[in-house]
């Protein structure tokens, strides 16, 4: 069973930041890709970036506008997603996961392990 766990999720001001962890403990993806999402109550995951775990290449939902970053750490066999210019709106669960692919998989569907969701509250 492959464990995705997450954190530094939490309460922030508007126009803050926040750094979202996601620890793979005991295992090497070098043949995955790591993506982030979100969840709203009653709505479906909304994909916001993916990296691939082996030469790190990224994708973004264009609706970021280049506020959100991925990166990892291979040697922490860790994911971050760094969260910048904060709003209300993005007040949700964030999520990682893994998916088994060569590509940059931006659905649900095609990723096969999640984490537990951390929850990011922005204050306006």
């Known amino acids: 069973q492959v464990q995705l766990v997450e954190s530094g999720g939490g309460l922030v001001q508007a126009g803050g930041s926040l750094r979202l962890s996601c620890a793979v403990p005991g295992r090497t993806f070098s043949s995955y890709a790591m993506g982030w999402f979100r969840q709203a109550p009653g709505k479906e995951p909304e994909f916001l970036a993916a990296?691939?775990?082996?030469?790190?290449?990224?994708a973004y939902a264009g609706s970021l506008k280049g506020r959100f970053t991925i990166s990892r750490d291979t040697a922490k066999t860790t994911v971050y997603l760094q969260m910048n210019s904060l709003m209300s709106e993005d007040t949700v669960v964030y999520y990682c996961?893994?998916?088994?692919?060569?590509?940059?998989?931006?659905?649900?569907?095609?990723?096969?392990?999640w984490g537990q969701g951390t929850q990011v509250t922005v204050s306006s």
């Open positions: 996961a893994a998916a088994r692919t060569s590509s940059f998989p931006c659905t649900r569907g095609e990723y096969d392990y």
């Open positions: 990296i691939r775990w082996s030469g790190g290449r990224t």
